[in-house]
T-cell receptor, first 113, second 114 residues
Framework: AQSVTQPDIHITVSEGASLELRCNYS??????LFWYVQSPGQGLQLLLK??????LVQGIKGFEAEFKRSQSSFNLRKPSVHWSDAAEYFC???????????FGTGTRLLVSP | SAVISQKPSRDICQRGTSLTIQCQVD?????MFWYRQQPGQSLTLIAT?????????ESGFVIDKFPISRPNLTFSTLTVSNMSPEDSSIYLC???????????FGEGSRLTVL
């Protein structure tokens, strides 16, 4: 069965510091991988996705993620965090019929001054 | 992209009542999906709403509790029936407008059941 693990429930980062959010997945075939962000009281917004090709994908708001098949990981990174990045981040995986996504439990990012 | 509107955005309901959530999309889509996000939890797929056929429910969700309608390619409703406090959640509608694999979400309907 497919699953997604986000081992960090909360992360606090100083504004301007770099960020890495971890995501590990389990999927029997080629995965389609996604990162979504949810700001308080808002719906989910797609940050980036990986289907195939270059394993380093660029997304919106300066985020990037790297797909590492050998590690079953799809970690999200940002070189310099802004206070507006404080939100909940969800990693998700899908496959054939990839619209049906399995989500991780989320990582709440707090940004300190 | 797709613009998804959900109504109501939030509601407070009494135990034992039912509430219908509407989802309107600005373009025609083949499949629409309903997710639930319980407080402090991740998203769980409830069902896939197919136009012209019955919805397909995920394990743990049944039609009697969560009846779904899909009268056309831009609209769907989810009803939460006979509500209990455990049904307090955010319910999100989502669509994939084209074969891009991108799942777009509405802003959700936050239900509180007293």
């Amino acid at each position: 069965a497919q699953s997604v693990t986000q081992p960090d429930i909360h992360i606090t980062v100083s504004e301007g510091a770099s960020l890495e959010l971890r995501c590990n997945y389990s999927y029997g075939a080629t995965p389609y991988l996604f990162w979504y962000v949810q700001s308080p009281g808002q719906g989910l917004q797609l940050l980036l996705k990986y289907f195939s090709g270059d394993t380093l994908v660029q997304g919106i708001k300066g985020f990037e993620a790297e797909f590492k098949r050998s590690q079953s990981s799809f970690n999200l990174r940002k070189p310099s965090v802004h206070w507006s990045d404080a939100a909940e981040y969800f990693c998700a995986v899908g496959g054939s019929g990839f619209q049906k996504l399995v989500f991780g439990t989320g990582t709440r990012l707090l940004v300190s001054p | 992209s797709a613009v998804i509107s959900q109504k109501p955005s939030r509601d407070i309901c009494q135990r034992g009542t039912s509430l219908t959530i509407q989802c309107q999309v600005d373009s025609q889509v083949t499949m629409m999906f309903w997710y639930r996000q319980q407080p402090g939890q991740s998203l769980t797929l409830i069902a896939t709403a197919n136009q012209g056929s019955e919805a397909t429910y995920e394990s743990g969700f049944v039609i009697d509790k969560f009846p779904i309608s899909r009268p056309n390619l831009t609209f769907s409703t989810l009803t939460v029936s006979n509500m209990s406090p455990e049904d307090s959640s955010i319910y999100l509608c989502s669509v994939t407008p084209r074969s891009t694999g991108e799942l777009f979400f509405g802003e959700g309907s936050r239900l509180t059941v007293l």
